[in-house]
């Protein structure tokens, strides 16, 4: 599944294939982001954030806690020190000649995966995802 957004030049894309119980990941199919409408030849901040099995998943982690109904002030830090939401990918790319901008994204089953795409600068425009 997927949810995309842009505003003022800025886009976002959320890709989840997400589960209920713990279920070990295992690869899935590669998810190919394609951004248009970008301005030609600038450069743009690509950040990537993905949770899943023991990835920014506190879920999992109390649920191999045994799912206790009170939390010990250590299990509360463990599951905050899990889920710090830290970028998996950031880079810098240049959209293309034609106001595109591609990439490929690994995917795990029950992954959700967050792709945020801004400018360097203070340029807008509008942009649309494929």
Not at 68 to 77: E, F
Not at 84 to 90: G, N
Request: hydrophobic letters at 40%.
């Amino acid at each position: 599944m997927q949810m995309l957004s842009a505003e003022e030049g800025n886009i976002a894309a959320v890709i989840w294939d997400f589960f209920t119980k713990i279920i070990p990941s295992h690869p899935a199919v590669p998810v190919t982001i394609k951004a248009k409408h970008l301005l030609p030849g600038v450069t743009y901040q690509v950040t990537m954030r993905r949770t899943g099995f023991h990835c920014n998943d506190a879920y999992s982690a109390y649920l191999e806690m045994g799912a206790p109904k009170d939390l010990t002030v250590a299990q509360v830090d463990r599951l905050n020190y899990l889920t710090r939401d830290l970028p998996e990918m950031q880079k810098m790319l240049k959209a293309g000649k034609d106001g595109s901008l591609q990439m490929t994204v690994p995917m795990n089953s029950n992954d959700i995966v967050l792709i945020t795409i801004q400018q360097d600068g203070e340029q807008k425009a509008v942009s649309s995802l494929n």
